[in-house]
């Protein structure tokens, strides 16, 4: 199995940054696509931004211009850097990964999501 851990949320003031990192553990062999998500209170989660294996990006169209996602292949982690932070990015933000791992019998693919972050943008 593949496990993702995340860290880098916390309380923000209106205009400042954070950055969150997600790094996946495990018997991996290969990650295709990595992915930041987000839910805020009594919403459905939401991608907010994702990458390939080959570095190609995409964005929700309100974070374009104010967050970047990068990942280190050699680490197995993706990270999420948000600058100029809004009150309504406020939510809970998830890394979802998938990919290929070892198992015992023979390579598996896989799609695993971390536990969560919580990120509250507020003065």
């Known amino acids: 199995q593949v496990k993702l851990v995340e860290s880098g949320g916390g309380l923000v003031q209106p205009g400042g940054s954070l950055r969150l990192s997600c790094a996946a553990s495990?018997?991996?062999?290969?990650?295709?696509?990595m992915g930041w998500y987000r839910q805020a209170s009594g919403k459905q989660r939401e991608l907010v931004a994702a990458?390939?294996?080959?570095?190609?990006?995409n964005y929700v169209d309100d974070v374009k211009g104010r967050f970047t996602i990068s990942r280190a292949n050699a680490k197995n982690t993706v990270y999420l850097q948000m600058i100029s932070l809004k009150p309504e990015d406020t939510g809970v933000y998830y890394c979802?990964?998938?990919?290929?791992?070892?198992?015992?019998?023979?390579?598996?693919?896989?799609?695993?999501w971390g536990q969560g972050t919580q990120v509250t943008v507020s003065s």
């Open positions: 979802n990964m998938e990919g290929i791992w070892s198992s015992d019998y023979g390579p598996r693919s896989f799609d695993s």
């Open positions: 495990g018997r991996i062999f290969s990650i295709n696509r």
């Open positions: 990458i390939s294996s080959g570095g190609s990006t």
